[in-house]
């Protein structure tokens, strides 16, 4: 079964931190980029950070910047988002994404645009409180 699964969600306080992963089954990320977003309630979905597959180039939000790190692990099928320093601005579904063709990981990773050939995954929460 083709798919993306998130995991690593949870509560944490102010100043915490979280690793999110993001695993693929059914395919290989190798030649995908991939790209973290986040839904709050009452909110639509925004881009937080994206990894492409070839040189592995990263993009950040302003909001992620010096915050959260996104790495990839090929041999594991998998995509990491560390996350640090925790608000509860924070507060979202966190769901991956990927996409392989050129204009989709131009839209997705320059402008964090939300493309219809988007392959999601069905979220992990993650809630920041005290």
């Known amino acids: 079964q083709v798919q993306l699964v998130e995991s690593g969600g949870g509560l944490v306080q102010p100043g915490g931190s979280l690793r999110l992963s993001c695993a693929a089954s059914?395919?290989?990320?190798?030649?995908?980029?991939v790209a973290w977003f986040r839904q709050a309630p009452g909110k639509e979905r925004e881009g937080v950070a994206c990894?492409?597959?070839?040189?592995?180039?990263?993009f950040y939000a302003d909001s992620a910047l010096g915050r959260f790190t996104i790495s990839r692990d090929n041999a594991k099928n998998t995509v990491y988002l560390q996350m640090s320093a925790l608000n509860p601005e924070d507060t979202a579904v966190y769901y991956c994404?990927?996409?392989?063709?050129?204009?989709?990981?131009?839209?997705?990773?320059?402008?964090?645009?939300?493309?219809?050939?988007?392959?999601w995954g069905k979220g992990t929460q993650v809630t920041v409180s005290a």
């Open positions: 990894i492409k597959d070839n040189n592995e180039q990263t």
């Open positions: 994404g990927a996409v392989h063709d050129d204009h989709s990981v131009q839209a997705m990773c320059h402008g964090f645009r939300d493309v219809d050939t988007i392959r």
């Open positions: 059914g395919f290989t990320l190798d030649y995908y980029a």
